[in-house]
């Protein structure tokens, strides 16, 4: 009798490990299943991909909602309010980076990019302390002092609050 209660046992148990074993491998693939599923969805819908020689970043427009960017500049988080434009979204897509950017007449601080981000240029003639602009393309412009201005710009977004920024190279971080 104890032999058939041991049997019985020893079967019980082997088929709970099996069903065990069974059910961790049908959630393993179930889960691989829908993160391809899930992928094919993100390109199908209104979803831009860019490729910076890093992989392909994809932007959906729940990301981009809030309309901000962090940045640091010599070493203070300030809060970029983004432009609703297709110029700005493809500039979030480069982000997070960290650039040296030079200084311009004591007014603004600069970095040219390799590549253009498409946009359409206006002329300001007034351009304000915390304006974030693109020039030429490919060019991002950070001013730290209001100026009259003459040439065409895109306008990324504006930082509120910027302090006087220093004269000269500076480091700047743009994160998400």
Request: hydrophobic share 35%; with cysteine.
């Amino acid at each position: 009798m104890k032999d058939i209660k041991r049997k019985a046992f020893v079967y019980l148990l082997t088929f709970l490990i099996c069903g065990v074993i069974a059910f961790l491998l049908y959630s393993t693939f179930d889960k691989k299943d829908t993160k391809n599923e899930n992928k094919k969805r993100s390109s199908n819908d209104n979803t831009e991909v860019i490729d910076n020689n890093e992989g392909s970043k994809e932007l959906d427009n729940k990301t981009f909602e809030d309309k901000i960017l962090g940045v640091e500049i010599d070493n203070k988080m300030y809060i970029i309010e983004l432009e609703d434009s297709e110029a700005a979204r493809n500039f979030l897509l480069l982000t997070p980076m960290t650039i040296e950017m030079e200084d311009l007449n004591g007014v603004e601080k600069y970095y040219y990019f390799n590549e253009s981000i498409k946009g359409d240029e206006l002329t300001y003639s007034k351009i304000s302390k915390g304006d974030v602009m693109l020039y030429n393309g490919n060019c991002i412009v950070i001013f730290y002092n209001d100026t009259s201005n003459n040439e065409k710009y895109v306008k990324i977004g504006h930082i509120n609050n910027l302090d006087e920024l220093k004269e000269g190279t500076l480091q700047v971080s743009f994160v998400r």
